[in-house]
């Protein structure tokens, strides 16, 4: 196992389990414990972990996973409901992206549609994620508008004041969000204030909001409210999920999609 694949794995392990010591890890991995207490150690020094006596503990209370360690989870599940997504946007359409990794599989699904190839503009794309941005420029055929502000690592989302200009002179027919968490009673929710800022904007700019999220982000709860669920028009999940969370949702209002 590579040490990209091998901290990837803690990572992971360590959201899930909030702390992890070092020999538990080391059977979980299949590696040497010297190993674990190393890449634990490496780990620290980035502020991804805090190291305990033995273990490690995730870093502080609202920990997140900085986005190049998430892109393998739940693949498939965003893939498809990415797939969903695009479907929904019509060519011509202004269509507002915030950060996160379903988010950026609905990018990369808009680029290979066939009935986008060409356009002027195929899409006008509004986003404050520089991955995104950086591979839909590619593409002549879509008009790019990045908010501004300052880019926060863990998601490279942008957030800030900077974003404010941007966002209060456009309209969306479209706003896909991302989201840590959504649940009927709560909202849609991510880690980060700022980032829950921009995020907020782009829904209230657009004429309609589709939330993006695998069936493991739905009745859960974060930090940072961006909007409540009545705000969305439809939600497009996995097919995993309960039943009863999506009643829920469609005796709200929303239009459940399960892919």
Not at 8 to 33: C, I, T, Y
Not at 68 to 88: F, G, M, N, P, W
């Amino acid at each position: 196992m590579s040490r990209d694949a091998r901290w990837k794995a803690l990572l992971e392990l360590l959201v899930e389990r909030g702390r992890l010591d070092v020999e538990e890890a080391a059977a979980e991995l299949a590696v040497s414990a010297a190993t674990i207490r190393r890449d634990f150690d490496q780990l620290a020094e980035q502020q991804m972990l805090v190291r305990t006596r033995g273990g490690a503990v995730v870093h502080g209370v609202s920990y997140e996973l900085p986005l190049r360690y998430k892109t393998a989870r739940r693949a498939s599940e965003k893939q498809r409901i990415a797939a969903a997504v695009a479907d929904l946007v019509a060519p011509g359409e202004a269509v507002g992206l915030t950060g996160g990794t379903t988010t950026t599989e609905v990018a990369r699904a808009l680029a290979v549609r066939g009935d986008l190839a060409t356009g002027s503009p195929a899409l006008t794309i509004v986003t404050n994620a520089l991955n995104i941005a950086n591979e839909l420029a590619v593409r002549p055929q879509f008009k790019i508008v990045v908010t501004g502000g300052v880019a926060r690592p863990q998601s490279y989302e942008l957030i800030g004041p900077l974003a404010d200009g941007v966002l209060g002179q456009i309209r969306l027919d479209v706003t896909v969000l991302g989201v840590v968490a959504f649940d009927v009673v709560h909202g849609a929710a991510a880690h980060d204030e700022a980032e829950a800022a921009i995020n907020r904007l782009l829904c209230e700019r657009a004429e309609r909001v589709v939330v993006a999220a695998d069936s493991s982000k739905l009745g859960g709860r974060a930090f940072a409210r961006i909007c409540p669920a009545h705000v969305v028009d439809t939600l497009v999940t996995d097919t995993a999920v309960d039943q009863d969370t999506v009643h829920r949702f469609e005796e709200a209002g929303l239009r459940v999609i399960a892919v």
